[in-house]
C-alpha cells in the first residue's frame, strides 16, 4: 500500500467523521429526531469526537451533544453517565474560542434540567472552567460562559454559591461594562438569578458594587437589557431593608417610577415588582415611592394590564396599605380600592384574586373611615361570595375571610353591614352583628332604619347558642329597642297572638 493510499484513508475517515457529525448536529436540532438518535446510541459515538485531534470535528461533536441534552432530559443524564462531562471541561483551557462556546453551551444543556444535573456540572468542574471563559477576550465566549453559570445559579442557593465560590460575581459585574448590549443583558440575567435566593447572596454581590452599574442602566434605549436589570435590583431589594435602602441610595426613583410607562410590558412588570419588594419593608421606603408619584403610576399600570402583570402591582398597593393609616389613605384617595375591585371583578386566577384580596384587607383595617372606602365599593358581599364558594382555592377562601374580618371589625357603615345578615354563615355574622351592636345604642336614624328595612327580623330569625358572643351581640342589639317590637318581629310571635285571638272571650 502506498504512503498516497494511506493518506487518502486517513482524509476519507477525517471527512466521513465531520460528515457524522454535522449530520448529526443537524438531525438534533429537529425535536422529532431525538428519540431516534438515543436509539441509534449516539452519545457514545459522538463522545470520543469531542477529543478529536481535528478542530472543527471536535466543535460540531460538542454542538450536537450540547443540541441533544438540550433537547431531552435523558438525553442529557446520558451525557452526565457517559462521564462526557469531565473530558469537556478538562479540554477547554487548551481549545480555541469556538470549542469553547460549544462546551458552555453542553454544559447549559445538562444543567437546565435540573438542579441534580447542574450539581454533576459543578461536580465536573464546569463551573470554575466556565469562569476562567469569562476572562476571555472574546465576548461571544464570555455570554455563552455567563448564560451558563445563570443557567446553574437559579436552581437552589446552594449552586448560586458555588457559582460565587468560583469567583463569577467580579468578572459578571465587569462584564456589565462591556459595550456588547447581549453580554450585559446576559451579566445582568445572572447577577438577578445569584441574588434572587438569600440575602447573603445578594450582600455579596452588593459588595462588588453591583448596584451603581445596574442604577446607570434603567434608562438604556435596549428593552431587554432594562427587564434584566429591574429584575436583578428587584431580587437585591427584596431580602432586607438595608439591600432595599442600599437600592434606593442609588436614586434610581424617580425615573424607575417612570418606566412604568414602559412600551414593553416586562419592562413595566420588573419594576412594579422592584416597587413592591422595596415598599414592603417599612413605612419611610413606602412614602418615599408615594412621595416619588408611585401610587397613582401603579394604579394607571393596573389599569393598563392584566392576568399575571398585575399582581406585583396589586401586591404594591397592600404592602404601602398595610403601614400605616396615613399610607392606607393615601391609596384610598388615589382610587387604589375602585382599581382593585376591578381587578377583582375582571381576574380569574386564583392567586391573583387572593392578593387583591389580601391588599384590600389592608387598605380596610386601619379604621372605620377606611373599611367604609372598601364597604362603599360594593366588596364585602364580594369577599363573602369569594369565602363562600367552593369552587374557590383554599388561600382564596382563607384570604378572604381574614379581610373580611379585619375590615367588619371596623367597618361602621350600616347599610353596607346590612346585606350580609341574611347571606353570612355565623362566623361572620358575630362580626356583623357586634359593628351593630356598637353602632344602634347612639344612633336613633339608624335605629329606625334597622327596624323598616326588616333588620331587626332577620336578627331575630339567627340562632344563636346561649352564652355565645353572637348571643350576646344579638341580646345588645335588641336592648337598643322597646321590647314589645322586638317581641313583635320575633319568630312565632303573629302564630302567638292569632292563638290569643282564638283563646280570647269577649266580655
Given at each position: 500500500?502506498?504512503?498516497?493510499?494511506?493518506?487518502?484513508?486517513?482524509?476519507?475517515?477525517?471527512?466521513?467523521?465531520?460528515?457524522?457529525?454535522?449530520?448529526?448536529?443537524?438531525?438534533?436540532?429537529?425535536?422529532?429526531?431525538?428519540?431516534?438518535?438515543?436509539?441509534?446510541?449516539?452519545?457514545?459515538?459522538?463522545?470520543?469526537?469531542?477529543?478529536?485531534?481535528?478542530?472543527?470535528?471536535?466543535?460540531?461533536?460538542?454542538?450536537?451533544?450540547?443540541?441533544?441534552?438540550?433537547?431531552?432530559?435523558?438525553?442529557?443524564?446520558?451525557?452526565?453517565?457517559?462521564?462526557?462531562?469531565?473530558?469537556?471541561?478538562?479540554?477547554?483551557?487548551?481549545?480555541?474560542?469556538?470549542?469553547?462556546?460549544?462546551?458552555?453551551?453542553v454544559l447549559r444543556a445538562v444543567?437546565?434540567?435540573?438542579?441534580?444535573?447542574?450539581?454533576?456540572?459543578?461536580?465536573?468542574?464546569?463551573?470554575?472552567?466556565?469562569?476562567?471563559?469569562?476572562?476571555?477576550?472574546?465576548?461571544?465566549?464570555?455570554?455563552?460562559?455567563?448564560?451558563?453559570?445563570?443557567?446553574?445559579?437559579?436552581?437552589?442557593?446552594?449552586?448560586?454559591?458555588?457559582?460565587?465560590?468560583?469567583?463569577?460575581?467580579?468578572?459578571?459585574?465587569?462584564?456589565?461594562?462591556?459595550?456588547?448590549m447581549s453580554l450585559k443583558r446576559?451579566?445582568?440575567?445572572?447577577?438577578?438569578?445569584?441574588?434572587?435566593?438569600?440575602?447573603?447572596?445578594?450582600?455579596?454581590?452588593?459588595?462588588?458594587?453591583?448596584?451603581?452599574?445596574?442604577?446607570?442602566?434603567?434608562?438604556?434605549?435596549?428593552?431587554?437589557?432594562?427587564?434584566?436589570?429591574?429584575?436583578?435590583?428587584?431580587?437585591?431589594?427584596?431580602?432586607?431593608?438595608?439591600?432595599?435602602?442600599?437600592?434606593?441610595?442609588?436614586?434610581?426613583?424617580?425615573?424607575?417610577?417612570?418606566?412604568?410607562?414602559?412600551?414593553?410590558?416586562?419592562?413595566?412588570?420588573?419594576?412594579?415588582?422592584?416597587?413592591?419588594?422595596?415598599?414592603?419593608?417599612?413605612?419611610?421606603?413606602?412614602?418615599?415611592?408615594?412621595?416619588?408619584?408611585?401610587?397613582?403610576?401603579?394604579?394607571?399600570?393596573?389599569?393598563?394590564?392584566?392576568?399575571?402583570?398585575?399582581?406585583?402591582?396589586?401586591?404594591?398597593?397592600?404592602?404601602?396599605?398595610?403601614?400605616?393609616?396615613?399610607?392606607?389613605?393615601?391609596?384610598?384617595?388615589?382610587?387604589?380600592?375602585?382599581?382593585?375591585?376591578?381587578?377583582?371583578?375582571?381576574?380569574?386566577?386564583?392567586?391573583?384574586?387572593?392578593?387583591?384580596?389580601?391588599?384590600?384587607?389592608?387598605i380596610g383595617h386601619h379604621s372605620?373611615?377606611?373599611?367604609?372606602?372598601?364597604?362603599?365599593?360594593?366588596?364585602?358581599?364580594?369577599?363573602?361570595?369569594?369565602?363562600?364558594?367552593?369552587?374557590?382555592?383554599?388561600?382564596?377562601?382563607?384570604?378572604?375571610?381574614?379581610?373580611?374580618?379585619?375590615?367588619?371589625?371596623?367597618?361602621?357603615?350600616?347599610?353596607?353591614?346590612?346585606?350580609?345578615?341574611?347571606?353570612?354563615?355565623?362566623?361572620?355574622?358575630?362580626?356583623?352583628?357586634?359593628?351593630?351592636?356598637?353602632?344602634?345604642?347612639?344612633?336613633?336614624?339608624?335605629?329606625?332604619?334597622?327596624?323598616?328595612?326588616?333588620?331587626?327580623?332577620?336578627?331575630?330569625?339567627?340562632?344563636?347558642?346561649?352564652?355565645?358572643?353572637?348571643?350576646?351581640?344579638?341580646?345588645?342589639?335588641?336592648?337598643?329597642?322597646?321590647?314589645?317590637?322586638?317581641?313583635?318581629?320575633?319568630?312565632?310571635?303573629?302564630?302567638?297572638?292569632?292563638?290569643?285571638?282564638?283563646?280570647?272571650?269577649?266580655?
Amino acid at each position: 500500500m502506498s504512503q498516497r493510499q494511506i493518506v487518502q484513508a486517513c482524509e476519507q475517515f477525517r471527512k466521513s467523521k465531520m460528515q457524522f457529525v454535522q449530520e448529526v448536529a443537524d438531525f438534533a436540532n429537529n425535536q422529532q429526531n431525538i428519540k431516534s438518535l438515543e436509539e441509534a446510541g449516539v452519545i457514545s459515538l459522538l463522545q470520543p469526537l469531542i477529543l478529536d485531534v481535528v478542530p472543527g470535528i471536535r466543535q460540531t461533536a460538542a454542538l450536537a451533544l450540547g443540541r441533544m441534552a438540550d433537547n431531552n432530559h435523558n438525553l442529557a443524564e446520558a451525557v452526565v453517565r457517559g462521564e462526557i462531562l469531565p473530558e469537556l471541561v478538562h479540554s477547554v483551557s487548551t481549545q480555541n474560542r469556538f470549542y469553547k462556546k460549544a462546551a458552555a453551551f453542553v454544559l447549559r444543556a445538562v444543567a437546565k434540567h435540573s438542579s441534580e444535573l447542574s450539581q454533576a456540572v459543578v461536580a465536573s468542574g464546569g463551573v470554575d472552567a466556565l469562569v476562567l471563559c469569562l476572562e476571555e477576550f472574546d465576548p461571544a465566549v464570555k455570554e455563552a460562559a455567563a448564560w451558563t453559570l445563570g443557567v446553574i445559579a437559579r436552581h437552589n442557593a446552594t449552586l448560586a454559591q458555588s457559582v460565587v465560590d468560583a469567583g463569577a460575581v467580579p468578572l459578571l459585574v465587569l462584564s456589565l461594562l462591556e459595550p456588547e448590549m447581549s453580554l450585559k443583558r446576559i451579566a445582568a440575567s445572572t447577577l438577578s438569578d445569584i441574588c434572587k435566593h438569600t440575602p447573603e447572596l445578594a450582600q455579596t454581590v452588593v459588595d462588588t458594587g453591583t448596584i451603581a452599574h445596574l442604577a446607570q442602566m434603567i434608562l438604556s434605549p435596549d428593552t431587554k437589557l432594562k427587564r434584566q436589570v429591574f429584575s436583578a435590583l428587584s431580587q437585591i431589594s427584596k431580602h432586607s431593608t438595608s439591600l432595599a435602602e442600599m437600592v434606593v441610595e442609588a436614586e434610581i426613583f424617580p425615573a424607575a417610577v417612570l418606566c412604568l410607562r414602559d412600551p414593553d410590558e416586562y419592562v413595566r412588570k420588573n419594576v412594579a415588582t422592584l416597587m413592591r419588594e422595596v415598599v414592603k419593608h417599612t413605612p419611610e421606603l413606602s412614602q418615599l415611592i408615594v412621595n416619588c408619584g408611585g401610587l397613582g403610576v401603579v394604579i394607571d399600570y393596573l389599569g393598563n394590564s392584566h392576568g399575571s402583570l398585575r399582581l406585583p402591582g396589586i401586591m404594591m398597593l397592600g404592602y404601602v396599605a398595610a403601614h400605616s393609616e396615613s399610607l392606607a389613605m393615601a391609596v384610598i384617595v388615589s382610587k387604589g380600592v375602585s382599581q382593585l375591585a376591578l381587578c377583582l371583578s375582571e381576574e380569574s386566577e386564583e392567586h391573583i384574586r387572593a392578593a387583591t384580596v389580601w391588599s384590600l384587607g389592608q387598605i380596610g383595617h386601619h379604621s372605620p373611615e377606611h373599611a367604609k372606602a372598601v364597604a362603599t365599593a360594593n366588596l364585602l358581599p364580594r369577599l363573602l361570595q369569594l369565602y363562600m364558594d367552593a369552587n374557590s382555592s383554599e388561600d382564596l377562601q382563607n384570604k378572604s375571610k381574614k379581610a373580611l374580618k379585619i375590615i367588619l371589625q371596623k367597618c361602621t357603615d350600616l347599610p353596607a353591614l346590612e346585606p350580609l345578615l341574611y347571606d353570612a354563615p355565623s362566623n361572620i355574622v358575630k362580626h356583623v352583628a357586634c359593628q351593630f351592636s356598637k353602632v344602634l345604642p347612639h344612633d336613633s336614624k339608624a335605629r329606625r332604619l334597622f327596624v323598616t328595612s326588616g333588620a331587626l327580623k332577620k336578627v331575630q330569625e339567627i340562632e344563636a347558642e346561649p352564652g355565645s358572643p353572637l348571643q350576646e351581640y344579638i341580646n345588645a342589639i335588641n336592648s337598643c329597642f322597646p321590647e314589645e317590637i322586638v317581641r313583635y318581629y320575633s319568630p312565632g310571635y303573629p302564630e302567638a297572638l292569632l292563638e290569643r285571638l282564638d283563646n280570647y272571650q269577649p266580655a
